[in-house]
Nanobody, 128 residues
């Protein structure tokens, strides 16, 4: 399985910005669709953004569209989530995930069960 490690979480005031990074091991991660999910206490884990193997196709959840941007550097095996104009409701543990079973040319998949490899999560807290 692909090993994923997130970083960049922390405490930020409303309206502030954070950049999360996900680092993966192995060259094969370049062939995988990647995604960011988040989970608040007592809530289900929901997708925030996803990106194709090439980086040319992205999905952004409506709740964060216009504020969050997903990108990847395939040469460095990293996927990033730039979060701007943060709101208290963005507070959650953010997870990086790899769609290790999907086709390299398939459409982006949005379900938690579509992703087979997960990072440990990084806490994002938006509060004044």
């Amino acid at each position: 399985q692909v090993q994923l490690v997130e970083s960049g979480g922390g405490l930020v005031q409303p309206g502030g910005s954070l950049r999360l990074s996900c680092t993966s091991s192995g060259r094969t991660v370049r062939n995988y669709k990647m995604a960011w999910f988040r989970q608040a206490p007592g809530k289900e884990r929901d997708i925030v953004a996803a990106i194709s193997w090439s980086g040319g196709d992205t999905y952004i959840a409506d709740s964060v569209k216009g504020r969050f941007t997903i990108s990847r550097d395939r040469a460095k095996n990293t996927v990033s989530l730039q979060m701007n104009s943060l709101k208290p409701e963005d507070t959650a543990v953010y997870y990086c995930a790899a769609d290790v079973s999907g086709s390299i040319y398939g459409t982006l998949r949005l379900g938690q069960n579509d992703y087979g490899s997960w990072g440990q999560g990084t806490q994002v807290t938006v509060s004044s």
